[in-house]
């Protein structure tokens, strides 16, 4: 079993949408959680993060950890074309040491 | 730009070829990591080195070699590769690899990459 699992889409919304975009996984000492935006041909690029459970917003970015469902999530409000990438999840027990999705790609069609 | 830079971008070696990434931070991090990102797999850590000494080797094959000659610069020389090493090799950087009272010293940040082709 993998240690996060991650639907890889390709998810493709109108612009102006909610996206929604969810990671599970299966350690429940997990504590540390991050979310990735990748473009193409870049390297990943920190958007959120959080620690243990609850919510955090930060602009249309709102990032939510449900620890008992071990269940992670991250929604974009009003969401624009230029939100089109692959997002990843990230999460460690340790804080250093980070166990990755394989990542979601998502399109917004204007 | 995200102050970590990878040379080449992009690269195409032979199973017999020798050849080495290049990365550079100017971040000013004390450390510095690799990673394999191959299609519809999730990043892999290859190696972390902090204060220029190795502390992570996740099994790594031996074909792949690091080298950290200061805190700004990481090297991972390849050699004899297989086609199945074919992917994109991302390197990062962070202020720390140990975690201190805040995780924003440990957030890692990522180079564009080396997409790597073995034939």
């Known amino acids: 079993q993998k240690e996060v699992e991650q639907d890889p889409g390709p998810l493709s919304v109108p612009e102006g949408a909610i996206v929604s975009l969810n990671c599970t996984y299966s350690?429940?000492?997990?504590?540390?959680f991050m979310w990735y935006r990748q473009y193409s041909r870049k390297g990943p690029e920190l958007l959120m993060y959080?620690?243990?459970?609850g919510n955090k917003e930060d602009g249309r970015f709102t990032a939510q950890v449900d620890k008992s469902s071990k269940y992670i999530s991250l929604f974009i409000r009003d969401s624009q074309p230029s939100d089109s990438a692959t997002y990843l999840c990230?999460?460690?027990?340790?804080?250093?040491?980070?166990?990755f999705g394989t990542g979601t790609s998502l399109t917004v069609i204007p | 730009e995200t102050g970590v830079t990878q040379t080449p971008r992009h690269l195409v070696m032979g199973m017999t070829n020798k050849k080495s990434l290049k990365c550079e931070q100017h971040?000013?991090?004390?450390?510095m990591y690799w990673y394999k990102q191959s299609a519809k797999k999730p990043l892999e850590l290859m190696f972390v080195?902090?204060?220029?000494?190795?502390?992570e080797n996740n099994s790594v094959p031996s074909r792949f070699s690091p080298e950290c000659p200061n805190s700004s610069h990481l090297f991972l020389h390849l050699h004899t590769l297989q086609p199945e090493d074919s992917a994109l090799y991302l390197c990062?950087?962070?202020?720390?690899?140990?975690?201190?009272?805040?995780?924003?010293?440990?957030?890692?940040?990522f180079g564009a990459g080396t997409r790597l082709s073995v034939l």
């Open positions: 350690n429940s000492a997990f504590q540390y």
């Open positions: 959080t620690y243990s459970s």
């Open positions: 990062a950087s962070s202020q720390d690899w140990v975690l201190r009272r805040t995780l924003a010293k440990n957030i890692q940040y």
């Open positions: 990230a999460m460690s027990y340790t804080g250093n040491q980070f166990y």
């Open positions: 971040l000013g991090h004390n450390a």
């Open positions: 080195y902090s204060l220029e000494e190795r502390v």
